[in-house]
């Protein structure tokens, strides 16, 4: 017991005197800190950006073992459920095999008529593959960083995509690390247009995991169980990105479920649709329909 | 007799773990574990570290390792910068100031004074996030996550307070 109270006494004079001074600077430093977010929205995401990629391969390093240990209980799991899943996947595979009929007799006559309208369509310029090494924020932001930065041809303002719909978009960029907004973060403003009825809309995050619908029109009509995709207004998405279904309208909003479950993600594709960065602001809500 | 080079560095490099470890949990903290919902709550280990070595070891986190622990956490997770580091020196000035009532006292009384003290940091997290977005943020995610939180503290206490007398006592 003597040996823990002997420092207690001989730190407190100290602390008392010198340290209440270097106290309250710190906490003056810390609200600077704050307004110059508020202010500068640039410098503090470059600094943001250099400090998350002098932690990236300490990031990396550490994020894979326990991807491997993730991978391993996936894969039990998956033994133990082979043979279900075998006749889902038959199910499944008959159900998709009609599709591929559908989507294939769909693109000739969707080729056909862009021909006859000389329509230009938004491509890939390509692909960038990532791996999420971080996944941040708690219940305040909701973002993502991948191993993937300016090396490796990511920029600010592309779209984040996996293998289900629009992960979110890049906001910062670091030599060889970049910071995703994912779409239900705050600060996401993403154009949208519901998939069957055509209304355009802001699908605006909250920081729950099911952002809302914005800014509809207030005389169109969109049902439950419409899928929602991006509109490509704005310049920041080219259209057609799968985003969500809407589950809900209420007194809550129009509320959008997002297909990718952001917190199984383990690897992304960043796309590089070849779209100038456009409207986008620092801040991200610029989307104005 | 001065003591020797290998044992002033010896005692300056386990004098640096406090802060080591806790720099450590900010890692921790977001490393993707791809438990659905848990980034989203997860708990605040870094308020934990703070909490304990104000508690215990104030010379070993001085305040200005607060400030780093706090601008890097807000740096990391992608917050508006400032607000991890006001709650955390926040924290660390509260524990300091009324360091009679947590020192050597029953781990229950710790383990309550830190619910207190929790709780009164994350509702200024959440005051300041309003603030800064000028919004009432949902606070929903905020309240699992401080649950979490306290239910780490006794996990996250007992191996700071094994470490303390397996590497710090000698001081």
Known sequence: ??????????????????????????????????????????????????????????????????????DVIAEARELVNLRAENAQLRKERDRLLQWEAAGRRLEAENQALQRLLHFIPHEARGFISARVIADTGGAFAHSLVLNAGADD????????????????????????????????????????????????????????????????????????????????????????LPVGVIVSIGDNGTVVQPLVATDRLEYVRVVDFGLDQGVLQPQGATAKD | MKPSFWYRLDLWARRLTPVGLTLLLLIINIIPFQVPGFARVVPLFALIAVHHWATYEPELMPVYAVFAVGVLQDMLSGVPLGINTLVFLAVYGTVVWQRRFFVGKSFMITWLGFAVVGAAAMLMSWILMSAFHMALVDPEALLYQYLLTLGFFPLLAWGFLRWQQAFLKAD
């Not at chain 1, 704050?34 to 990031?59: H, I, S, W, Y």
């Not at chain 1, 690390?177 to 055509?198: A, M």
């Open chain 1, 1 to 70: 017991m003597n040996e823990k109270l002997r420092p207690v006494h001989r730190v407190a004079a100290p602390i008392r005197s010198l340290q209440r001074f270097a106290y309250l600077g710190l906490v003056v430093a810390a609200f600077g800190l704050m307004m110059l977010g508020k202010a500068d929205v640039v410098v503090v995401e470059r600094f943001r950006a250099q400090v998350t990629d002098t932690v990236a391969p300490l990031l990396d390093a550490v994020s894979r073992p326990v991807a491997t240990v993730n």
């Open chain 1, 153 to 240: 041809e990511v920029r600010r303002g592309q779209a984040v995509v996996s293998g289900d719909g629009l992960v979110g978009r890049v906001v910062s960029v670091g030599a060889r690390s970049s910071r995703i907004l994912l779409l239900t973060d705050l600060n996401s403003r993403i154009p949208v247009v519901t998939e069957q009825s055509r209304v355009r809309a802001v699908l605006a995050g909250n920081n729950t995991g099911r952002p809302v619908l914005d800014h509809l029109p207030p005389n169109d009509t969109v049902t439950v169980g419409e899928r929602v995709v991006t509109s490509g207004h704005g310049g920041v998405f080219p259209p057609g």
